[in-house]
Structure formats: C-alpha cells, structure tokens
C-alpha cells in the first residue's frame, strides 16, 4: 500500500493531533479543525519521533529507515577532501528546507552520492503559491511521491520530518532522531520581493528566518556539538560598495593599526536584512559554543535541471517566473518563450553573481566534504559569473534569435530601492580552491533553458510577470489580492 501523508505545517494551518497510536509497524495520527476528519497510516515504517501538543506545528513524519551505505568516491577532482574521506564526518546530512527549489536539488544530489539524507521542511513554501494565486511552470510532485519516486529509480531512501523550526521541540526531535554530522540549512523564506509585500510578510520573514537559524544553532549546541552548519546566506548582504567585495572579511589599516573585520552589510531588503542577522548570529556561536560553521553566500541561481532531476519526469523541481519568486534569468527565458519584453527594471545596470543550480548542488557538497574546524566561521561567496540585467536580456535576445523568436526588451519603472549603475567585483575564490568546476553560462545552457520555457509555455499566466511589489508603497495592510 502506498503510504499517505497529510501536508502538515502552514504558516495559516491550525492543525492538531487528537489522537496517536503506534501499534507494531503501522502508525496512525488523526487530525481535525483545519481539515476533515482523516487519518494517515504508514504500514511496516518506523516513525522514529514525533511531537504532538495541541494547536502546533510540529509533527515529525520519518520515512522507513535506511540501510547504512558506504559514501561513493566524490567526482569533483581536485577536492582537497572528497567525500569518501570524510565519511565518517560527513555522512549524514540533514537537508533543512529539502522541498525548495535549491534544497531539493542539493537532497538528490547528496543522496546520489552516497551520503544518508533527511528531509525537514514545513512545506510553507507550497502554501505561498496558493495565497499569491501563482505557481511553478514545471508541474512539481508531492514530497512524499517525489521521496518515493527517487526511492524507486534509485533504492535509495530519504528521511523526512515535515515541521516548522521555528519549533524548536519539533527541531530537538529531529536532531535526537537523525543525528546529522552536517546541516545544510535551506529553510528560510528566500524572496526580497516577498519580504517587502506588507507589514506581515516583513515580519514573517524576519522571525522565521532568524529565529529558526537561532533554533538550528541551539540544536547543534545541545544535541550534536561535532555537527557542521552549512548555511546558504546571499550575496545581497554585501550590497553594492563602490570597493572590491571580500570573502566574508576586509584587512583595513585605520589611524595606524591594522585588522580584519567582518566585511561591512548593506543590505536591501527585510529578507537581506534577515540574512545579516543570520551571520552575526551564527558568527556569535562559533566564537562563544565552538560551532563550526560555513557561509555560503550565494548568488543568483537559474537553470531547473541537475542530472538527478532528470531521472524522472516525478522529480523534477520547481520553476519560478513570477515576480516574486522568479530570478532573472528564468523570467527572462520563459517571457521569451511566450512573446513578452523582457522587464529590465530602471537602467538595467544592476550587476550580481550568478550561478547554474548544477554548481549549487557542486558548493554544498564541497563543504560538507571540507568542514570548517570548531569555532570556525568561514565565508564563501558562491557564484561563478558576474552579469548586469543588461547583459542577461542581450543573451537571452540573441539565444531566442537563434531559436526563431522575436524578443524585444522594455524599461520598466524599478520597484526596488537599488543603485541601477554601480561597481561590482566580488571575489570567489575559495569554492574554487575547493574543487569546483563551474557550468558557465553558454549558448548552449541557454538553448537548453529557452527550450525548456518553450516546452512549458501553455501553463505560463502573464498576470504573473510584472513586478507589483514596491518598495517605497510597502504598508501595514495585508495585501490578499493576487499578485
């Protein structure tokens, strides 16, 4: 029988477990207020923990446990550590935020290669699509049908802990249960754009971000104290300086005397602002509990395929165009594909690190494989290529070209508060130190990400590609209309 699992967390949801039973190899839990009268059963699973108080959002669902494996020999060459030599450190990872667009990838990934992988996820990013009115071009499967799907196409098995860090019960369960040897922390409301929709998305951000990383680090504190956090930060911290950007930290020589600082924060958005609070945070625990601790600042991401997404049409992951969740270069690809200019905002000027979702998968292994040391904090910059919206509209225009399509671009009104002409050299250096070995954008990546567009098209709504988010017109009220 195939197993059944309710969708269980929501920022809205008020679910609560009336009853549980845990009965040999089958366990059931019924839920009622917030949906029907149900019940879930899991026949020969063990349900390795689970919290259940009234009217929280806290319940843990772990799929069958899986049997121990040897970590495969990384394929990144010039590693200074593959995975297969640090396996003992390094061999469970806990995928926090395993549904989203960059945790998905990264969860298959590192299960492909060997390591034993947890998913925990509140599946709130789901409920987004259904308040804005919009949603993924890809048809994307449940988490449960994918877990099972990649289960089936390639016998290996992924836990999963569906429930809100913020929670930290919730959070102690899952670390009690799993003991990870790395966290790769995902889970944060990852928009600017969302973080600026209202008063309550503002907030929203801001607490679930950094209140659920302070839980992450009270967690490795207490439960699992050899455990290293690999944290995805942003580029966007940095802002825009009119000087080089460093990796994390500057060398400056002020009235004669001479240190290294933390490389100073701009940032331009609640959700940016979230992201500092982050660092500082997690920058405070290394120093004071002995945490080891990476921050990978990461870039702008595109593309939608790695090689295990592709395996089946079941795991393909999400691809945004809207815009609040959709980047730059995945808007600009499916707008080509439908017939619409594609939107530079103002002068088109802003220049950010890039990178194909391939190298994100790349990075976060690399890290896990190269652990910082206790009490460590390092700080990568994770991006491979540096393009303004000018540059990225002149490629798509061309690459369309090259596909029959005729694409023309407009100017529209910038609803960010941004320089739109500015320097920016941002090192990255380190990841590269690593072993990394970059998919640069090239004509033929994006031929491939047009003709992905142009197979999607029919389930493309152009009420989705306009920018309504303002900066300046954020308010108090709560916006309910779709965006």
Request: hydrophobic share 35%.
């Amino acid at each position: 029988m195939a197993h059944s699992i309710l969708p269980c967390c929501s920022i809205n949801s008020c679910l609560t477990t009336k009853t549980y039973l845990k009965n040999n190899n089958t366990c059931s839990a019924v839920f009622y207020d917030a949906v029907p009268l149900q019940t879930c059963k899991y026949p020969k699973t063990v349900l390795r923990s689970c919290t259940l108080r009234p009217r929280r959002q806290s319940i843990i669902y772990a799929a069958a446990t899986p049997m121990s494996q040897e970590i495969e020999k990384s394929t990144l060459t010039g590693s200074p550590q593959s995975s297969s030599e640090s396996s003992a450190k390094s061999k469970k990872v806990m995928i926090i935020g395993g549904d989203g667009y960059c945790g998905w990838a990264t969860a298959l990934h590192l299960s492909n290669k060997g390591y034993e992988v947890a998913i925990v996820d509140n599946l709130v990013r789901r409920l987004f699509d259904h308040q804005l009115g919009i949603d993924s071009l890809t048809p994307i499967s449940s988490i449960q049908n994918r877990v099972r799907r990649w289960k089936s196409v390639t016998g290996k098995s992924i836990q999963l802990f569906i429930g809100d860090i913020c929670d930290f019960e919730f959070l102690s369960e899952a670390f009690k249960s799993f003991e990870p040897d790395s966290v790769v922390h995902f889970g944060e409301q990852r928009s600017a754009p969302y973080s600026m929709i209202d008063r309550s998305r503002a907030v929203y951000t801001q607490h679930n971000n950094v209140i659920g990383t302070l839980n992450v680090l009270f967690a490795i504190k207490e439960f699992s104290q050899e455990c290293h956090l690999v944290k995805l930060g942003t580029m966007g911290e940095y802002g825009t300086p009119n000087i080089d950007i460093e990796e994390g930290y500057i060398t400056i020589t002020h009235n004669g005397r001479t240190d290294t600082l933390p490389y100073p924060k701009q940032a331009s958005s609640f959700y940016h602002l979230s992201k500092v609070h982050d660092s500082h945070n997690i920058a405070f625990t290394c120093k004071a509990w002995g945490i080891r601790a990476t921050d990978l600042n990461q870039g702008v991401v595109y593309g939608v395929r790695t090689d295990e997404t592709d395996m089946h049409e079941e795991l393909c992951n999400r691809f945004d165009y809207d815009g609040v969740f959709g980047t730059a270069l995945n808007r600009f690809c499916v707008q080509a594909a439908v017939g619409h200019p594609l939107t530079v905002y103002g002068k088109g000027g802003q220049t950010r690190g890039y990178l194909d979702i391939r190298d994100t998968v790349q990075c976060v292994e690399l890290a896990i494989a190269n652990p910082a040391k206790p009490g460590e904090f390092r700080v990568f910059n994770q991006f491979t290529e540096q393009f303004s919206v000018n540059d990225l509209a002149r490629l798509v225009t061309n690459a369309g070209k090259k596909l029959g399509l005729e694409v023309q671009t407009i100017s529209v009104p910038n609803p960010r508060v941004e320089a739109e002409e500015h320097y920016y050299n941002a090192k990255h250096t380190k990841l590269i130190e690593l072993g990394l070995r970059p998919h640069l954008l090239s004509e033929s990546l994006l031929d491939s990400l047009l003709n992905f567009a142009i197979k999607f098209k029919d389930q493309v709504d152009a009420a989705q590609i306009m920018p309504t988010v303002s900066w300046k017109k954020i308010g108090v009220k709560t916006r309910t209309v779709s965006v």
